[in-house]
Nanobody
Framework: QVHLVESGGGSVQAGGSLRLSCVASGGYDFRTFCMAWFRQAPGKAREVVASIDSYNNQIAAHSVMGRFTISKDNDKSTLYLQMNSLKPEDTATYYC?????????????????????WGQGTQVTVSS
């Protein structure tokens, strides 16, 4: 079973930037994972923000397109989310997720899951 730990959250003013990290340990080869960032604001449903597959295909949700970039470093088993031009509506708890149940390389053409492993979340607060 893979273990995911996020970091990098914090409080910033609108227009600012943050970079979230998610370190994976255990389980199969990190390169085989499809991974994604989700977020959940108080009182709202969890929503997917961006995803990336084993072939580095990256997909971003419309709400963050052009502002957020997902990437990964296979040597460090780490997933990143670079967030620029942050807005107050980006305030949420951000979670990383992985589809890590197989040792086969994962290809995704859509931003959706499934995802079977989750981190504990990191809080991002954007003030106006």
């Amino acid at each position: 079973q893979v273990h995911l730990v996020e970091s990098g959250g914090g409080s910033v003013q609108a227009g600012g930037s943050l970079r979230l990290s998610c370190v994976a340990s255990g389980g199969y080869d990190f390169r085989t994972f499809c991974m994604a960032w989700f977020r959940q604001a108080p009182g709202k449903a969890r929503e997917v923000v961006a995803s990336i597959d084993s072939y580095n295909n990256q997909i971003a949700a419309h709400s963050v397109m052009g502002r957020f970039t997902i990437s990964k470093d296979n040597d460090k088993s780490t997933l990143y989310l670079q967030m620029n031009s942050l807005k107050p509506e980006d305030t949420a708890t951000y979670y990383c997720a992985a589809d890590a149940d197989t040792n086969l390389f994962c290809r995704r053409n859509t931003i959706g899951g499934p995802y079977n492993s989750w981190g504990q979340g990191t809080q991002v607060t954007v003030s106006s």
